[in-house]
C-alpha cells in the first residue's frame, strides 16, 4: 500500500509501531541527509563526483590509500558537525522505549549513537568512518592521529606502527567482505521481529538489501519509507515517499510502548 497522503502515511504507520512487539528499523542514506551527510548513490552524490576505490586497490597502492585518505579529510567538517536528524531521534525514543531493541544501519556516520542507541546495539553493515583500524592487527586509530602523520609525511598515508600494516578508516568498501558478525545479527533480527521498517535505503546492495525480504517472509510486516520508489514496494504493508524527518517526527519523544 503506497499511502496516499502524509497525514494517512503517519496514521498507519503509528498503528503498524504500537502494535508490533518488537520493531527493527534498518536505515540507508537518506535518514542523514537533513543532518547534512551527502548520500552516495543518488544524482549528485559522492559516488557521481568521485569514483569509489576498491579494497584491492586500496591494499595494493600507496597512491590509493593517500587518495582515500584525502576524500575522507575532505568531507570531515560535513561529518564533524552532523547531529542527529529527527529520524534518528525518532529511533531513540523507540528504543529507549524498549520497542526497538537494536538499528541496522548501512550509514557509516554514527549518528544513531549521537542519537543515544548504545553502540552495541547499532549494527553496522558498512562500518563507521569515524575512527580508522589496522586492517592486519585491528588496532583503533583517531582520525586526528592519521591527519597528523599524513601532513608529516606529505601527505602520505601512514602504516600502523604496531605491526606495519595498512590503516583504513572502519568502513567497508567495495570488494571488501562485510562483517560477519554484524550480518549474522541482522539477519536474526530480521527474522525474528514483528516489524521491519526500512529508511532512506534504496535497497540495491545486497546482501543488505535482502533483510527486508527476509524480514517479510518470516511473518513480519515491512515498511518502506523512502522519497524514491524501491523493488521491494510491491510486497511492503506500507509505503511512504515523503520527508523522512516529517514522518517520524511524531515518534520523537515517545518513552513509553504504546
Request: proline letters at 6%; one cysteine or more.
Given at each position: 500500500m503506497?499511502?496516499?497522503?502524509?497525514?494517512?502515511?503517519?496514521?498507519?504507520?503509528?498503528?503498524?509501531?504500537?502494535?508490533?512487539?518488537t520493531?527493527?528499523?534498518?536505515?540507508g542514506?537518506?535518514?542523514?541527509t537533513?543532518?547534512?551527510?551527502?548520500?552516495?548513490?543518488?544524482p549528485?552524490?559522492l559516488?557521481?563526483?568521485?569514483r569509489p576505490?576498491?579494497?584491492?586497490?586500496?591494499?595494493?597502492?600507496?597512491e590509493?590509500?593517500?587518495?582515500?585518505?584525502?576524500?575522507?579529510?575532505?568531507?570531515?567538517?560535513?561529518?564533524?558537525s552532523?547531529?542527529?536528524?529527527?529520524?534518528?531521534?525518532?529511533?531513540?525514543?523507540?528504543?529507549r522505549?524498549?520497542?526497538?531493541?537494536?538499528?541496522?544501519?548501512q550509514?557509516?556516520?554514527?549518528?544513531?549513537?549521537?542519537?543515544?542507541?548504545?553502540?552495541?546495539?547499532?549494527?553496522?553493515?558498512?562500518?563507521?568512518?569515524?575512527?580508522?583500524?589496522?586492517?592486519?592487527?585491528?588496532?583503533?586509530?583517531?582520525?586526528?592521529w592519521?591527519?597528523?602523520?599524513?601532513?608529516?609525511?606529505?601527505?602520505?598515508?601512514?602504516?600502523?606502527?604496531?605491526?606495519?600494516?595498512?590503516i583504513?578508516?572502519?568502513t567497508?568498501?567495495?570488494?571488501?567482505?562485510?562483517?560477519d558478525?554484524?550480518?549474522?545479527?541482522?539477519?536474526?533480527?530480521?527474522?525474528?521481529c514483528?516489524?521491519?521498517?526500512?529508511?532512506?535505503?534504496?535497497?540495491?546492495?545486497?546482501?543488505?538489501?535482502?533483510?527486508?525480504?527476509?524480514?517479510?517472509r518470516?511473518?513480519?510486516?515491512?515498511?518502506?519509507?523512502?522519497?524514491e520508489?524501491?523493488?521491494?514496494?510491491?510486497?511492503?504493508?506500507?509505503?511512504?515517499?515523503?520527508?523522512?524527518?516529517?514522518?517520524?517526527?511524531?515518534f520523537?519523544?515517545?518513552?513509553?510502548?504504546?
Open positions: 503506497i499511502a496516499p497522503d502524509l497525514e494517512t502515511a503517519i496514521a498507519r504507520l503509528q498503528e503498524l509501531v504500537h502494535g508490533a512487539g520493531l527493527v528499523p534498518f536505515t542514506a537518506g535518514i542523514s537533513e543532518c547534512g551527510i551527502p548520500d552516495f548513490r543518488s549528485g552524490g559516488w557521481t563526483k568521485n576505490i576498491p579494497f584491492d586497490e586500496f591494499m595494493s597502492s600507496q590509493a590509500r593517500n587518495e582515500s585518505w584525502r576524500r575522507r579529510f575532505a568531507m570531515e567538517e560535513q561529518f564533524a552532523a547531529k542527529p536528524g529527527r529520524g534518528h531521534r525518532a529511533l531513540a525514543s523507540l528504543y522505549a524498549g520497542k526497538v531493541p537494536a538499528v541496522i544501519t550509514n557509516i556516520d554514527n549518528l544513531h549513537q549521537a542519537s543515544g542507541i548504545s553502540p552495541g546495539d547499532v549494527i553496522e553493515l558498512h562500518g563507521n568512518t569515524t575512527f580508522a583500524l589496522c586492517l592486519d592487527c585491528d588496532q583503533r586509530y583517531e582520525l586526528s592519521v591527519r597528523r602523520h599524513m601532513d608529516a609525511g606529505n601527505g602520505c598515508a601512514p602504516d600502523c606502527p604496531a605491526c606495519g600494516g595498512y583504513k578508516t572502519a567497508i568498501s567495495f570488494g571488501q567482505s562485510m562483517p558478525a554484524a550480518v549474522r545479527r541482522a539477519q536474526d533480527l530480521a527474522q525474528s514483528d516489524l521491519l521498517v526500512s529508511i532512506g535505503s534504496s535497497l540495491v546492495v545486497w546482501p543488505a538489501a535482502g533483510l527486508p525480504l527476509m524480514a517479510k518470516s511473518g513480519a510486516k515491512l515498511v518502506i519509507i523512502n522519497r520508489p524501491t523493488d521491494f514496494d510491491e510486497i511492503a504493508d506500507l509505503v511512504v515517499r515523503d520527508d523522512i524527518g516529517t514522518v517520524l517526527e511524531p520523537v519523544g515517545e518513552h513509553s510502548a504504546a
